[in-house]
């Protein structure tokens, strides 16, 4: 398998694009600006020391003095282990800090006998600074590597929590241990299990490399200094993913490409040669086809070649992936046709997996098959796709309904969370009502207004859709209206109003232009509810309004045949709002139980928002 890392740089954001056999494999993603400046390492100097505290603060050349606990100058092996249990190299628990700094004061040095001012310290940043407070630092310096977590200055080996096996825990230390400069410290990380002596120890000499190069710093210059900035994306897919397996790595930014190469002189220098600097025309993820499929992986449905698709659906709890034939009908057995998509759908659903990184669990429903050995297939091959992934996957078996269950190691957010947010139109529920249900939701609202409003035009705003509705498939509605109140209607269509959104109200009267409103539709809402209710009064009112209504049209036998006048089910997006939006319209305005066809059901209680 031969492999490339493609990297464009050029923009505010970095993108690193690992592609194999000339398709994307992984995606990652960094905005510049989004970079704070946890675990980095500055030289600085005391300013002051606290005995009542027992901290100091360490100018480190940011507006804010650097906090620094006697914990972190005199810790002890413990201490490190609580840090490093966890992997992620750092604590999590925030507000209980401070209590717990107060708790480790007890015994050992004080930090008076510790530090004086003025001193020069290296210290490295464990939190980001905070409006108030300044960065949290430590004087243990750590630095996390491909499969190794560095401490240079203290004598200890720790493997994470989460590699659980005794046995794979005690081989990683006997390695760590036969290998490592004596007094130093190294933490074996989770991704480390079952990797080889060779891989950990090109690790530890990278890391030993990294050091050495930040003592040389510390040694010369000025005081405040950043000697170490952390690595960013770029440096650390060098220095994780730039692995023998990968042909070359490619990048388009000219500054970039100098820092990767003086990254790799230093600490990588088997890989010289393998570098290169783009110089196409095209933008560089266009011209290898990563742009495209960056959109493929932003879409819920997803084609196969074959003609049959994958609806992705990433949900709070777990992910559905949903198999469909689509338009594929083969020339053999439906058997045939529906094994061969299933197939090809395996490779599609890693593949995706991969490029939008979803973990926890997933839930994926290959299209049934009969026959057991179909199954089997299936399974097989799927669990051969997913042996490329980095992040380690879980399968069960196919089931009888052709569901397969798995769960893949989370390792961080999801492409989809990371490029986009919900929709602010239909504010993240994936719909809005359908133009039929908005339609004789403000049907509805006339007729119970109507009354109420004393000119003898009535004019109605709402979305130009809505409007147009009004006027075409519908209009026969408004017409019967206007009969039964005996006024004018008139519809006009407002672009600036959501879809859902309407307004009623005399001629004289002047209507709430939406984009007026500085906080948009959330603001609105609470307006549209309090006129109903100032026009309305109580649900019990309304209902008894309604129903007094009800009877007097059955009464009079107007015949309002409008029903056969209502648009057609079919253009209505959504099943569910569909059915609504008819069986309101027969509530509502085209039938009573006297005049209308016999299947009609009498009328329930009108659909009424509560006002508190
Ligand atoms: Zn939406």
Not at 53 to 67: C, D, H, L, R, T
Not at 222 to 251: G, S, W
């Amino acid at each position: 398998m031969s492999s490339l890392l493609v990297i464009n740089a050029d923009g505010p954001e970095t993108r690193v694009a690992l592609v194999e056999d000339g398709l994307l494999g992984e995606l990652y993603i960094e905005r510049k600006r989004e970079r704070g400046i946890a675990g980095n390492i500055y030289k600085g100097r005391v300013e002051r020391v606290l005995p009542g505290m027992q901290a100091a603060f360490v100018n480190i050349g940011a507006e804010k003095s650097a906090y620094l606990h006697v914990s972190d100058v005199r810790g002890t092996p413990d201490d490190l282990k609580r840090l490093f249990a966890g992997d992620a190299g750092k604590s999590s628990d925030d507000e209980d800090e401070e209590e717990a700094d107060r708790r480790r004061v007890g015994s050992g040095a004080r930090i008076e006998d510790l530090l004086k001012e003025g001193q020069e310290i290296v210290v490295q940043v464990t939190k980001e600074p905070i409006s108030t407070k300044g960065a949290r630092t430590t004087r243990y310096v750590s630095l996390p590597g491909r499969h190794l977590v560095f401490m240079p200055t203290v004598d200890h080996i720790g493997i994470s929590r989460r590699i659980a096996s005794d046995k794979e825990r005690r081989r990683l230390r006997d390695i760590v241990e036969s290998m490592r400069p004596p007094g130093s410290g190294f933490i074996v990380r989770t991704v480390a299990e079952g990797i080889s002596e060779k891989e950990l120890k090109s690790d530890m000499e990278f890391l030993i490399k990294l050091w050495n190069e930040i003592v040389k710093r510390s040694e010369s210059g000025r005081c405040p200094a950043l000697i170490y900035n952390d690595l960013d994306l770029l440096l650390r897919t060098v220095r994780d993913m730039f692995t023998p397996d990968v042909e070359k790595l490619i990048i388009d930014s000219r500054s970039e490409y100098d820092r990767v190469k003086k990254f790799i002189a230093a600490l990588m220098p088997d890989f010289t040669g393998h570098i290169e600097l783009y110089d196409g025309t095209d933008p560089i993820f266009d011209g290898y086809g990563i742009e495209i499929e960056i959109d493929r992986a932003l879409e819920r449905k997803v084609w196969l070649k074959s003609g049959g698709y994958l609806i992705v659906d990433e949900m709070e709890a777990l992910t559905a992936i949903d198999v469909n034939t689509g338009r594929f009908v083969g020339k053999s057995s439906l058997e045939d046709t529906i094994t061969k998509t299933n197939l090809e759908a395996c490779r599609e659903v890693a593949e995706q997996l991969r490029i939008r990184s979803i973990g926890g669990m997933i839930v994926v429903d290959f299209i049934d098959m009969d026959r057991p050995q179909n199954r089997e297939k299936v399974t097989r091959t799927f669990n051969e796709h997913l042996r490329r992934d980095r992040a380690k996957a879980t399968v069960t078996r196919i089931s009888e309904l052709g569901l397969i269950e798995m769960t893949r190691k989370r390792t961080r957010e999801s492409l989809l969370h990371n490029l986009t947010e919900p929709c602010t139109y239909c504010e993240g529920k994936g719909y809005t009502k359908s133009r039929n249900t908005v339609a004789y939701e403000l049907l509805r609202e006339i007729r119970r207004q109507g009354d109420l409003i004393e000119s003898d035009t009535i004019i109605v705003e709402a979305h130009p859709t809505i409007a147009d509705v009004l006027a075409t498939t519908d209009h026969a509605f408004i017409e019967d209206l206007e009969k039964r109140l005996q006024k004018r209607i008139v519809v006009k269509g407002r672009g600036s109003f959501h879809m859902e959104d309407f307004e009623i109200h005399s001629p004289g009267e002047k209507a709430i232009e939406k984009s007026d409103l500085a906080g948009g539709r959330e603001r609105e809402e609470p307006k549209r509810r309090k006129r109903r209710k100032r026009a309305l009064g109580s649900p019990a009112d309304v209902e008894a309004m309604l129903a007094e209504e009800e009877h007097a049209a059955a009464g009079a036998g107007g015949g309002n045949n409008a029903a056969s006048g209502r648009a057609d089910d079919s253009d209505a997006p959504t099943g569910n709002a569909n059915g609504n939006a008819n069986g309101d319209v027969k509530n509502g305005f085209a039938t009573s139980p006297a005049a209308g066809p016999a299947d009609v059901t009498p009328a329930p209680a009108p659909e009424i928002k509560p006002t508190e």
